[in-house]
């Protein structure tokens, strides 16, 4: 008996090695042009962020749901085993015998459980870890980034000799109408949704905890990149160009740099007093984004 209930507590020893992710998954190459020095930088702050995202350590969480389990089953064994071994008339034996057997399968639930949670976990660190890179323009395999299209210059001036003396003036034809200048939108990111906190100056929610501008208001996502606001009805795009002549009130009213502040501001009132915040907080559904395969 005591041989049965070693070698048990040696399984349970070995599933509780399991390494789990703490890093990245994903490949994440710099920009051209980009230095080795400031490409580490940026690596280390957006695991920073990634992991700030998935909460507690997975690895606690993961021994954790091995020591529940463990114990449950070696309880509930220890209880079956008394009963099935008072009915042959050796109950401690079968006590004995129950609790081994509820450890062992206690400790291989616990063990499915938590390698479960590591996947989920790797796949929500991943997430996070790719949309902080990509935000400082590094190169993401699979994913393609666009530049905004610089507007053609002028056509140069036109020279018009004056007219000789004692006739008629020419007749001036029109200018020739300005050209359209077409403002690729970002694409979409698989991430999952951000918290908004609803800042009273700006008349809007604001998403905080990210390092991007992210506005919803009017029934509509507003994102901010490369100078320029774009609008969606998701969290995570697709994205649609916004003239200046379409921003929503707070975007006439306040700068970028107004809205980071206010958006801080509210977010340390946020983060200090979680229990007895008195604003609004608004977290969107997940929204997966699929991506179309090539056809050959």
């Not at 996070?128 to 935000?135: E, G, I, S, W």
Request: proline letters at 11%.
């Amino acid at each position: 008996m005591k041989r049965r209930i070693s070698s048990l507590l040696v399984l349970l020893a070995l599933g509780g090695c399991v390494t789990v992710p703490t890093g990245p998954s994903v490949k994440v190459l710099p920009t051209k042009g980009k230095s080795f020095e400031t490409f580490m930088k940026e690596d280390e702050t957006c695991r920073q962020w990634a992991n700030s995202q998935i909460g507690s350590s997975v690895q606690e969480t993961y021994d954790k749901n091995m020591a529940t389990s463990a114990v449950v089953g070696t309880a509930v064994g220890t209880g079956v085993g008394a009963v099935l071994g008072s009915a042959s008339g050796n109950t401690g034996a079968g006590a004995a015998i129950g609790a081994a057997t509820g450890l062992l399968f206690g400790a291989s639930a616990g063990s499915g459980s938590a390698q479960v949670y590591g996947a989920q976990t790797q796949r929500q660190y991943d997430n996070a870890y790719v949309q902080c890179m990509y935000t400082y323009n590094n190169q993401i395999p699979g994913m393609r980034q666009t530049v905004a299209a610089r507007p053609a210059p002028p056509p140069p001036a036109r020279i018009v000799p004056p007219p000789p003396p004692e006739t008629a003036p020419p007749v001036m034809a029109p200018p020739p109408p300005p050209e359209r200048v077409v403002v690729p939108a970002p694409e979409e990111y698989e991430a999952e949704p951000p918290e908004f906190v609803y800042s009273p100056r700006l008349d809007s929610y604001v998403a905080v905890g990210v390092p991007y501008e992210l506005v919803y208001t009017g029934n509509d996502y507003y994102y901010y990149s490369g100078g320029n606001w774009y609008r969606g009805a998701y969290y995570n795009g697709p994205w649609s160009y916004v003239p200046r002549a379409a921003y929503p009130p707070v975007f006439v009213r306040y700068e970028v740099v107004n809205i980071r502040h206010y958006r801080d501001v509210e977010y340390r009132r946020y983060v200090r007093d979680r229990g007895h915040y008195d604003g609004r907080v608004y977290r969107p559904q997940y929204r997966r984004v699929a991506r179309h395969r090539p056809v050959y």
